[in-house]
């Protein structure tokens, strides 16, 4: 006998509660329904069972539906997808940690390797990065932070499929909210069409640093091959700016084009303006502190 | 499908993973290991995927489930452990239940949750698995099926005996709230 006989056999040798549950599930065959019929015919009284277990299901959903996944989880696996093909994203961050229950894989091991560097640049960052102090010696995080935004930058104004690939939320509205969600607290306004940017378009990122980021894309009316990118990170005891200055890093810093940073309630923003774009009023836009410290 | 609109398409299911995972671990660290891998086994199997109607969440948690049976396999330091989660006893032929004996009319299900999330709670794995992949992902029970690798009359057998244990426990609270008031046996 086939196990899809055996299957059916079971079905057909139903008891009464199970015809009742299968009934609520609407998993009945057209011979378990007569069965079914004839039952209630003489039993009237047992469709309230049937009510039952239509109820309880919903009561189950509800007692086991749970947390949804945790946006660290979210950000880990969206940082490995993009490890996994020509992405960026591979550097920093928080990624879930591989233990020995799940070890085995090449995937797994990449991810370790991202989770060492992560640490690396975490405590380098921890120990050289305090509050109300501008980012004294612009170290080895402080470069590789901004030598990577203005890569991401580079890469989505520059790579028509790469934008399309990594920026997937393109409608404004949708898009703060995916931002609000994936970082657990709501950014400044993000429409800064009045500024002379159109939105081109937002997705998770992976700023170095423990805090969930995101990246996003502006294009200039006046010359839409002139962009200005932004990226936002969840603020953590690794990137505690001052909210009194805004940051700008240039040539002198590192950085190709200037780059500038602030902090904002507890969201930290980074914006790349290649040819010195993101003038103040984009800044202000964004709540950035009027006072710049250009670091050297 | 493209990679772009396979990913997006996957991502949008991370909740329902991480609950399933979470139900199988029941360790939030492992939970999140076994939905990163499920994921990077997604796109890299992504080509053999081929859409059959029901989307790509079963595809999902079949490579989730698949996974978690062999980590569990390698980590089992003897055969019962895994002996007991895969092959627990599904029971022969019982007899029929009593109906739930307490008037429904008169049952205050605010206070049910409490009571069933305990239910859900003291069920075997096996039991918590197909029920939460009928009660909250809403699957029939021939995907669980697919899903689980096990026979349809072995899905059915395990959620009608969570179901029952958990009826039981509500009808057990009925006592203790003094709603029995119906005497509705057939």
Request: with cysteine.
């Amino acid at each position: 006998m086939s196990s899809h006989e055996h299957d059916n056999q079971n079905q057909g040798d139903l008891s009464i509660a199970q015809l009742l549950r299968c009934a609520a599930d609407d998993e009945l065959t057209p011979e378990q329904h007569e069965r079914l019929e004839a039952h209630l015919a003489a039993h009237p009284e047992d469709r309230q069972r049937i009510d039952f277990e239509r109820l309880m299901r919903e009561r189950v959903s509800g007692v086991m539906a749970g947390d949804v996944a945790p946006a660290s989880l979210r950000v880990s696996v969206e940082k490995a997808l993009r490890g996994e093909g020509d992405a960026p994203s591979t550097i920093g961050g928080d990624v879930t940690k591989s233990r020995s229950f799940w070890s085995g894989g090449r995937g797994l091991m990449a991810m370790a390797a991202i989770v060492v560097i992560g640490m690396t640049l975490s405590i380098v960052m921890r120990s050289t990065l305090r509050p109300h102090a501008a980012p004294e010696g612009w170290n080895a995080y402080g470069v590789q932070t901004v030598s990577f935004i203005e890569g991401e930058h580079d890469k989505c104004a520059k790579r028509p499929e790469y934008l399309q690939r990594k920026l997937t939320h393109t409608e404004i509205a949708e898009a703060s909210n995916w931002a609000a969600n994936h970082l657990g607290s709501l950014p400044a306004s993000l429409d800064i069409s009045q500024m002379g940017y159109e939105f081109v378009g937002l997705g998770p990122c992976a700023v170095p640093g423990d805090g969930a980021s995101v990246h996003l894309l502006y294009r200039a009316d006046e010359n839409p091959d002139q962009m200005i990118s932004v990226f936002i990170q969840k603020a953590s005891n690794a990137n505690a700016y001052s909210e009194d200055d805004c940051y700008c890093a240039d040539e002198a810093s590192g950085g190709a084009n200037p780059s500038f940073i602030w902090r904002h309630d507890d969201l930290v923003y980074f914006v790349v303006s290649p040819d010195k774009l993101a003038p103040k009023p984009v800044r202000k836009a964004l709540e950035a502190p009027g006072r710049v410290v250009h670091i050297s | 499908m493209d990679r772009t609109e396979f990913e997006r398409l996957a991502l949008e299911h991370m909740d329902s993973l991480h609950r399933l995972a979470m139900q199988l671990t029941r360790k939030p660290q492992d939970a999140a290991d076994l939905v990163q891998e499920t994921y990077l086994r997604a796109f890299r199997s992504s080509e053999r995927y081929e859409e059959k109607g029901g989307g790509i969440r079963p595809w999902l948690f079949t490579i989730l489930y698949n996974i978690f049976r062999t980590n569990l396999k390698r980590e089992s330091k003897g055969p019962m452990a895994v002996e007991e989660f895969f092959e627990a006893d599904e029971g022969a032929e019982r007899p029929d239940e009593p109906p739930p004996a307490w008037d429904l009319r008169s049952f205050d299900w605010d206070h049910v949750d409490g009571r069933l999330k305990a239910g859900v709670e003291e069920l075997k794995p096996e039991f918590r698995t197909v029920l939460m992949l009928w009660g909250v992902e809403g699957l029939k029970y021939r995907e669980i099926a697919d899903i689980l690798d096990l026979p349809i009359g072995t899905v059915m057998s395990r959620l009608h005996r969570a179901r029952k244990i958990l009826a039981d426990s509500l009808s057990d609270l009925a006592d203790e709230l003094g709603v029995r008031a119906g005497e509705q046996d057939s």
